[in-house]
């Protein structure tokens, strides 16, 4: 028995003017997921409970089958544990994005796709910048950084899980004034940031970026905080060894939490650039030697938070042509198998961000006996099987 689940983050939308009241995934031509849905059932489920932030980090805990309410800790420690980085009790992972804010508007929260390298070079001297010991700048992939508070119980960190800061791609256009980090250690972090924006101011990366017609990385925007979370083996949980293939930290590092080997794909992005050809062929290699894969693929999140249905449409439809085709005549080859499509939480391209809600899935494989839909979208699956607490769709796809 083979499971595969892919993953379009952010596709779940709303009905568009433009699309003349279509969403997204209705414009989108989907005709390998409209034959799952077809072969199979269509569902919603809501991967994100009210009170915790609206994004992947919660909502892929939840879709691979966690309780976000008794797991969750914080996005950064997961990021960290993508980069093998280990915390212990009294540490602190701190998301660090490099961001380009113009007179307090957030021009852009990736500093215009900063290249890692560009971002390796400013965090360095940054870091030069900074004699506090406890505090260590990780060099992530582009703008995605993290910055490491070692505690130690003399030195504990100055903040808590009440401490707030707004995720930068909530306030792309918008004005940042309200916005900075509040709460316990908020202080501490403030300054953080005002200490990056005089090593950034004139530095040359910044500089040759300006000369090329881009964005500068103005400064550091913290936020994500968090200690480790402790979450069982998948494989002890459900008897099933995984594998999991993303451009993102966050999925990389729930993975490693979760005990699953992490497959990385040469021209994978976490952009709408991705190979996705390449991504669907890594998952079709690796179904010999996995029980369980996941497909993770962020260019419809990442069109949507540019606002841009076109291209969130192009997204989609790639994703059905070489990840969702292909993977799928795969496992059909193998013998029994099941494989679900949904992604993690809805990003409006209307709001440019992550919502709370609903997502549609369709599943279909061995022992699923289909319902009467035959295409996956929101309105069909919202007339489907309904998933309150999304974590309870898991067992619902795994076959006891
Ligand atoms: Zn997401």
Not at 82 to 88: F, K, P, S, Y
Not at 121 to 146: C, H, M, W
Not at 206 to 226: C, D, E, M, V, Y
Not at 297 to 321: C, F, M, N, Q, Y
């Amino acid at each position: 028995m083979k499971y595969v689940i892919i993953i379009p983050d952010g596709a779940a939308d709303e009905p568009q003017e433009s699309l003349v009241g279509k969403t997204p995934l209705q414009a989108a031509k989907l005709p390998n997921m409209d034959a799952i849905a077809t072969a199979g059932i269509v569902g919603y489920a809501n991967n994100v409970p009210k009170h915790l932030p609206a994004g992947s980090a919660v909502a892929n805990m939840s879709l691979l089958g966690y309780d976000p309410n008794e797991f969750f800790t914080g996005r950064a420690p997961l990021e960290a544990a993508a980069q093998g980085i280990e915390l212990g009790p009294d540490d602190w992972a701190i998301r660090c994005n490099l961001v380009s804010i113009d007179n307090q508007i957030m021009k852009s929260f990736t500093a215009g796709h900063i290249s890692s390298e560009e971002a390796k070079e400013l965090l360095a001297d940054l870091q030069k910048a900074t004699p506090e010991s406890e505090l260590e700048f990780i060099p992530g992939v582009s703008y995605r950084n993290l910055l490491l508070y070692r505690g130690t119980p003399e030195k504990r960190a100055p903040f808590s899980m009440e401490t707030r800061a707004t995720p930068p791609h909530d306030l792309t256009d918008k004005s940042v004034g309200e916005d900075f980090p509040r709460g316990a250690g908020s202080d501490f972090l403030n300054d953080l940031m005002s200490r990056s924006l005089e090593v950034f101011q004139n530095h040359p990366v910044n500089n040759a970026r300006i000369h090329a017609n881009k964005l500068p990385a103005t400064n550091i925007w913290l936020w994500g905080f968090g200690r480790t979370p402790q979450l069982p083996s998948f494989e002890k949980l459900h008897g099933l060894r995984g594998k999991m293939i993303t451009a993102v930290d966050l999925l990389r590092g729930i993975a490693s939490l979760i005990g699953w080997e992490r497959v990385e794909v040469e021209g994978a992005t976490g952009y709408t650039d991705t190979d996705y050809q390449a991504k669907g062929q890594a998952c079709v290699d690796h179904l010999d030697s996995a029980d369980i894969i996941c497909v993770h693929i962020e260019a419809p999140d990442e069109a949507s938070h540019e606002g841009d249905v076109t291209a969130k449409i192009k997204a989609l439809e790639a994703i059905d042509r070489d990840i969702v085709g292909p993977v799928w005549k795969k496992l059909k080859s193998l013998g029994d198998y099941r494989i679900l499509v949904t992604p993690d939480h809805p990003t409006p391209v209307r709001t440019k961000t992550h919502s709370h809600g609903f997502v549609p899935f369709t599943m279909a494989g061995t022992e699923l006996i289909p319902d009467e839909h035959t295409t996956y979208d929101e309105p069909t699956a919202g007339q489907g099987l309904a998933k309150p607490q999304g974590n309870e769709l898991m067992n619902h796809f795994i076959l006891k």
